[in-house]
């Protein structure tokens, strides 16, 4: 799928690229085949609920006040998933399953459209909900390690995206504004959360998902990294 535009001449010359992480840099239900070996016939169901309630808890916890780090929190999703499907987990279940989310399988033309920003001069980032020594397992694990400029925890902050204490961490360490850095995600609501902050946005839409209804659209979209390449490189400073 070509990438589109969305109020394509409105979209300002863009100086940086953040990516969110889990989902869109690091593919979060590749963890299934593992949980289908240790529960077969239950791991496409048990990635999908945990990755579910891992975001409702990490939305629900900003809201309340109740911070918990997020590998503290990916457990708690895991034990309500496996009690909500019945399954028998052992301790050392969990446990395998808890340390392959730390080493979750990249998508596979990530380190190319991640190598070609780094020549074009593009500054990039990470900013995530891992914490981060998830973050910084996930990117040596996946051969990504040295082509961030940044890798931002929100942990840092104690608020999960889409709260805009979250979202201002790439603004303060890229040296620009909002609109100034292309935000990149693959998830509907962290792409509309990030358009709401003020970021220009992308959403890398892999599966043809229907657009979020949240009154607000990402300026570009596409169905992998190599399709963000192209939509910065029309847009950096001349």
């Known amino acids: 799928m070509q990438s589109s535009d969305i109020a ?3 979209t ?13 840099l690091f593919d979060v239900y590749s963890v ?6 240790l529960f ?11 990755r579910q309630k891992q975001i409702e808890y990490s939305q629900l916890r900003t809201l309340a006040g109740r911070h918990r780090p997020f590998w503290e929190l990916t457990r708690d999703a895991l034990d309500f998933a ?34 070609e920003l780094k020549a074009l001069g593009v500054p990039t980032a990470i900013l995530s909900n891992g914490t981060p020594q998830m973050l910084e397992v996930s990117v040596r694990s996946a051969g990504l390690a040295g082509l961030f400029d940044h890798v931002l925890s929100v942990e840092k902050v104690e608020r999960y995206k889409p709260h805009p204490d979250a979202y201002a961490m ?3 360490a890229l040296g620009c504004e909002a609109r100034e850095i292309l935000f990149v995600s693959a998830n509907g609501w962290d792409a509309a959360g990030a358009t709401w902050f003020g970021y220009t946005t992308f959403w890398i839409n892999r599966n043809g998902q229907p657009a979020e ?6 300026h570009g979209s596409g169905d992998s990294l190599g399709d963000v390449v192209e939509f910065i490189r029309r847009r950096r400073p001349g």
């Open 8 to 10: 394509m001449t409105a």
């Open 12 to 24: 300002p010359r863009l100086k940086a690229v953040v990516f969110d992480a889990f989902g869109t």
């Open 32 to 37: 299934g085949l593992l949980a289908e070996q």
């Open 40 to 50: 077969p016939g239950k791991g496409e169901a048990l990635a999908a609920l945990w």
């Open 82 to 115: 496996a009690r909500k499907l019945g399954l028998a987990m052992s301790e050392a279940a969990g446990t395998q399953l808890l340390n392959q989310y730390s080493c979750l399988s990249p998508f596979p033309e990530n380190a190319a459209a991640l190598r």
């Open 170 to 172: 790439g603004p303060a």
């Open 213 to 218: 209804a949240l009154d607000v659209s990402p």
